[in-house]
């Protein structure tokens, strides 16, 4: 998988969670996932639920601690698959 379809996905599914996707009109890598896309703590776990059935990964807890941004988020899928 290129980097370029997992930024999508991670882009997509990220959106999908966020109350001010209608705002957003483009995500990039720095962007906070809690403050500028205002995706609370509960829908951050069903990011990452998502995230490990989109890209049939595990991620750890560990791992999901660490995911603040973005490409937080994406530099990890990168790094599972």
Same mark, same amino acid.
């Given at each position: 998988? !290129?980097?370029?379809?997992?930024? *999508? @996905?991670?882009?997509?599914?990220?959106?999908?969670?966020?109350?001010? &996707?209608?705002?957003?009109?483009?995500?990039? @890598?720095?962007? !906070? $996932?809690?403050? #500028?896309?205002?995706? +609370?703590?509960? &829908?951050?776990? /069903?990011?990452?639920?998502?995230? *490990? #059935?989109?890209? +049939?990964? !595990? $991620? !750890? /807890? #560990?791992?999901? /601690? @660490?995911? &603040?941004?973005? @490409?937080? %988020? %994406? +530099?990890?899928? %990168? &790094?599972?698959?």
């Amino acid at each position: 998988m !290129s980097e370029v379809e997992i930024l *999508e @996905g991670v882009h997509k599914i990220i959106l999908a969670h966020s109350p001010e &996707r209608s705002k957003i009109t483009s995500v990039d @890598g720095n962007m !906070s $996932i809690l403050q #500028d896309l205002k995706v +609370n703590s509960a &829908r951050l776990v /069903d990011i990452i639920l998502e995230l *490990e #059935d989109w890209f +049939n990964i !595990s $991620i !750890s /807890d #560990d791992d999901a /601690d @660490g995911i &603040r941004t973005v @490409g937080d %988020a %994406a +530099n990890l899928v %990168a &790094r599972l698959i």
